[in-house]
C-alpha cells in the first residue's frame, strides 16, 4: 500500500498521574494484562501496515518502550522506536521524525488506540479521493461504570460525549468543517464559499475524532515546516486544512496549483496536466473540482484540496485511554463486551484464569473478570468486572469489583476495593476499604485505612 505508519506513543501524560511513572509510561499501561500500545501494533499488522516508526516522549519512556517493542515485534514488524522532545505535542512530534518519512502517504494514529476499525480501511480510502487528509471518526463513547455504587458516575454513565463539532458533506465523505476544545465555546463560522460549493452541510457533535489521520506526505512536511507554531494535528493542523480547502496553500500530486487569477492561456499547460492527475483519481468529480473549474468549466483556475472523513460504524469499537476514566472503561470493555478485542479465549464462565493461578476454598472470580500468570487468592474471595494482573498475593476475604489490580500486588485479608486502580508493586495491609481510588506504584496502604476519591501516590523525588 506504500505507505509509512507513525504511531504517537506520548511519554508519562499528566492526565494519566499517578498510573504512570518513570518505570511505567503511558504506551505500556496495561488492558486486559496486555500494554495498550500491542492494541495498535497488532491491528496494523492485520492490515499490512509493517513500516512504523513509534515516537515516544522522553529519555526514560523512550527506553521502557523501545525495549518492549524489540522483544515483542521486531521480527514481526519493521519498526524504529525514535525519542522525541518532551511536551512538544503531536504536531512537534511529527516535525521530530519528519527526516525518516519517504512514503508518498502517512498514516499517523495516537498510540492510546483501542479499536477494531481497520487502518487499512482508512488508507484504503484516502487514496480513493486522492485526499491531502483524511481523518477516522468514530460515535462518541459513553464514559462511566456500568455498575457503580457512585451517583455521579451512574449520570455519567448516560450521557455520551461531545468531543467535537463537525460539519460534513450530503455523503458524509468530505470534511467542511471541525471545531474542538475551546473553539466549541465560540459560535459557529461557516465559510460561505464552502456552503455555495456544496450546497448544504450536516453539523455533528455525536462523533469522536479518533486520533487516526491519513497525509499526503508532501502537504504535511510543507504545512509542519512552514506553520512552524502548529503543536496539534487535532487543533492546528486538521482545522488550517479543512479551512483551507477551497482556497488551498498547498502543493498537490507534484504540480503547483495555479493563482486565482484568471490568466487562462498562461497556465493552460499546468492546469490541464492538474485537472486530469485529480480527475483521474476519481471515479466523479467532487465539489472541489467542479468548484476549481473556470468559467467556462474546461481548466481549473482556483486552488482546492480534498479533506475527507471515514466513519466507523456504531457496531465497530474505538476508545482512546487518554484518562484514567477511559483506562478503567477500556479495561472493563476489553473483558466484557468487546472481549474479541483481548486476543484471548475465555473460559465457559465467561472469564480468564490463567492455567498457572491459584484459588482458594469458596473463592469465586466472576463473569468478565481476568486473573493473571502466577496469582494467588486465598478462601472466601470474590472477584467481580476486575482485572487482576500478574504474580499478585491476594488474603482471604477479599472483594474486588469494577477495579483493576497491576501485576506484583500483595492484598492483605478482609480487603474491598471497589472501582479503584491499584498499581504495580503495591501493598495493602489488612482490612483496607477503598473506593473511587488510584494507588500509585509501590505505595503502601496501612491497616484499617478507609479512602474514598483518593489518589495515593509516592512523592517523586
Same mark, same amino acid.
Given at each position: 500500500?506504500?505507505?509509512?505508519?507513525?504511531?504517537?506513543?506520548?511519554?508519562?501524560?499528566? %492526565?494519566?498521574?499517578?498510573?504512570?511513572?518513570?518505570?511505567?509510561?503511558?504506551?505500556? @499501561?496495561?488492558?486486559?494484562?496486555?500494554?495498550?500500545?500491542?492494541?495498535?501494533? !497488532?491491528?496494523?499488522?492485520?492490515?499490512?501496515?509493517?513500516?512504523?516508526? #513509534?515516537?515516544?516522549?522522553?529519555?526514560?519512556?523512550?527506553?521502557?518502550?523501545? +525495549?518492549?517493542?524489540? $522483544?515483542?515485534?521486531?521480527?514481526?514488524?519493521?519498526?524504529?522506536?525514535?525519542?522525541?522532545?518532551?511536551?512538544?505535542?503531536?504536531?512537534?512530534?511529527?516535525?521530530?521524525?519528519?527526516?525518516?518519512?519517504?512514503?508518498?502517504?502517512?498514516?499517523?494514529?495516537?498510540?492510546?488506540?483501542?479499536?477494531? =476499525?481497520?487502518?487499512?480501511?482508512?488508507?484504503?480510502?484516502?487514496?480513493?479521493? *486522492?485526499?491531502?487528509?483524511?481523518?477516522?471518526?468514530?460515535?462518541?463513547?459513553?464514559?462511566?461504570?456500568? *455498575?457503580?455504587?457512585?451517583?455521579?458516575?451512574?449520570?455519567?454513565?448516560?450521557?455520551?460525549?461531545?468531543?467535537?463539532?463537525?460539519?460534513? *458533506?450530503?455523503?458524509?465523505?468530505?470534511? @467542511?468543517?471541525?471545531?474542538?476544545?475551546? %473553539?466549541? %465555546?465560540?459560535?459557529?463560522?461557516?465559510?460561505?464559499?464552502?456552503?455555495?460549493?456544496?450546497?448544504?452541510?450536516?453539523?455533528?457533535? *455525536?462523533?469522536?475524532?479518533?486520533?487516526?489521520?491519513?497525509?499526503?506526505?508532501?502537504?504535511?512536511?510543507? #504545512?509542519?515546516?512552514?506553520?512552524?507554531?502548529?503543536?496539534?494535528?487535532?487543533?492546528?493542523?486538521?482545522?488550517?486544512?479543512?479551512?483551507?480547502?477551497?482556497?488551498?496553500?498547498?502543493?498537490?500530486?507534484?504540480?503547483?496549483?495555479?493563482?486565482?487569477?484568471?490568466?487562462?492561456?498562461?497556465?493552460?499547460?499546468?492546469?490541464? !496536466? @492538474?485537472?486530469?492527475?485529480?480527475?483521474?483519481?476519481?471515479?466523479?468529480?467532487?465539489?472541489?473540482? &467542479?468548484?476549481?473549474?473556470?468559467?467556462?468549466?474546461?481548466?481549473?483556475?482556483?486552488?482546492?484540496?480534498?479533506?475527507?472523513?471515514?466513519?466507523?460504524?456504531?457496531?465497530?469499537?474505538?476508545?482512546?485511554?487518554?484518562?484514567?476514566?477511559?483506562?478503567?472503561?477500556?479495561?472493563?470493555?476489553?473483558?466484557?463486551?468487546?472481549?474479541?478485542?483481548?486476543?484471548?479465549?475465555?473460559?465457559? +464462565?465467561?472469564?480468564?484464569?490463567?492455567?498457572?493461578?491459584?484459588?482458594?476454598?469458596?473463592?469465586?472470580?466472576?463473569?468478565?473478570?481476568?486473573?493473571?500468570?502466577?496469582?494467588?487468592?486465598?478462601?472466601?474471595?470474590?472477584?467481580?468486572?476486575?482485572?487482576?494482573?500478574?504474580?499478585?498475593?491476594?488474603?482471604?476475604?477479599?472483594?474486588?469489583?469494577?477495579?483493576?489490580?497491576?501485576?506484583?500486588?500483595?492484598?492483605?485479608?478482609?480487603?474491598?476495593?471497589?472501582?479503584?486502580?491499584?498499581?504495580?508493586?503495591?501493598?495493602?495491609? %489488612?482490612?483496607? =476499604?477503598?473506593?473511587?481510588?488510584?494507588?500509585?506504584?509501590?505505595?503502601?496502604?496501612?491497616?484499617?485505612?478507609?479512602?474514598?476519591? $483518593?489518589? &495515593?501516590?509516592?512523592?517523586?523525588?
Amino acid at each position: 500500500m506504500n505507505f509509512q505508519v507513525v504511531v504517537l506513543a506520548g511519554g508519562t501524560s499528566k %492526565e494519566l498521574v499517578p498510573l504512570v511513572s518513570k518505570e511505567l509510561p503511558k504506551a505500556l @499501561l496495561p488492558v486486559a494484562n496486555r500494554p495498550v500500545i500491542s492494541y495498535v501494533l !497488532e491491528l496494523l499488522e492485520l492490515s499490512n501496515l509493517k513500516d512504523i516508526i #513509534v515516537a515516544v516522549e522522553g529519555k526514560e519512556a523512550h527506553h521502557c518502550v523501545e +525495549h518492549w517493542i524489540l $522483544e515483542a515485534y521486531m521480527d514481526r514488524l519493521r519498526i524504529k522506536v525514535e525519542r522525541v522532545p518532551d511536551d512538544v505535542g503531536t504536531a512537534g512530534a511529527l516535525r521530530a521524525v519528519a527526516h525518516l518519512l519517504t512514503a508518498k502517504d502517512i498514516l499517523v494514529v495516537s498510540g492510546d488506540i483501542v479499536s477494531d =476499525v481497520p487502518p487499512g480501511a482508512v488508507a484504503a480510502a484516502h487514496r480513493r479521493h *486522492d485526499a491531502v487528509v483524511t481523518t477516522m471518526l468514530c460515535p462518541a463513547p459513553v464514559s462511566g461504570p456500568s *455498575d457503580s455504587g457512585s451517583s455521579i458516575a451512574k449520570d455519567k454513565a448516560k450521557k455520551p460525549g461531545h468531543y467535537n463539532r463537525i460539519g460534513l *458533506d450530503p455523503t458524509k465523505q468530505f470534511l @467542511l468543517y471541525i471545531a474542538t476544545g475551546a %473553539e466549541l %465555546e465560540k459560535d459557529m463560522r461557516i465559510q460561505k464559499s464552502i456552503l455555495c460549493a456544496v450546497g448544504q452541510m450536516e453539523i455533528r457533535s *455525536d462523533l469522536m475524532d479518533a486520533h487516526l489521520y491519513a497525509f499526503k506526505r508532501s502537504v504535511l512536511q510543507e #504545512v509542519l515546516n512552514q506553520k512552524d507554531k502548529f503543536q496539534s494535528l487535532k487543533q492546528d493542523v486538521l482545522p488550517y486544512l479543512v479551512r483551507t480547502q477551497l482556497s488551498s496553500e498547498v502543493v498537490l500530486n507534484g504540480v503547483q496549483q495555479p493563482e486565482e487569477n484568471g490568466n487562462e492561456k498562461a497556465s493552460y499547460q499546468n492546469n490541464q !496536466e @492538474l485537472l486530469s492527475r485529480v480527475l483521474s483519481n476519481s471515479s466523479t468529480a467532487s465539489f472541489h473540482e &467542479l468548484y476549481a473549474l473556470g468559467p467556462k468549466g474546461s481548466i481549473p483556475v482556483r486552488r482546492t484540496h480534498k479533506c475527507c472523513v471515514y466513519i466507523a460504524s456504531n457496531s465497530k469499537y474505538c476508545m482512546r485511554l487518554d484518562s484514567i476514566q477511559a483506562f478503567s472503561d477500556i479495561n472493563r470493555d476489553v473483558i466484557g463486551d468487546a472481549s474479541h478485542l483481548s486476543g484471548y479465549s475465555f473460559s465457559a +464462565h465467561n472469564n480468564i484464569i490463567h492455567p498457572s493461578a491459584e484459588l482458594g476454598s469458596k473463592t469465586t472470580v466472576g463473569p468478565h473478570c481476568m486473573l493473571g500468570e502466577a496469582s494467588i487468592m486465598g478462601d472466601k474471595c470474590s472477584v467481580k468486572r476486575s482485572v487482576i494482573g500478574r504474580h499478585c498475593r491476594i488474603g482471604s476475604n477479599v472483594k474486588v469489583v469494577n477495579s483493576v489490580v497491576m501485576n506484583h500486588v500483595t492484598i492483605a485479608d478482609g480487603c474491598t476495593i471497589q472501582n479503584s486502580v491499584i498499581c504495580s508493586n503495591v501493598q495493602l495491609q %489488612e482490612r483496607v =476499604v477503598l473506593k473511587d481510588c488510584q494507588v500509585g506504584a509501590n505505595f503502601v496502604v496501612t491497616t484499617g485505612s478507609e479512602c474514598k476519591g $483518593e489518589a &495515593l501516590a509516592k512523592k517523586e523525588k
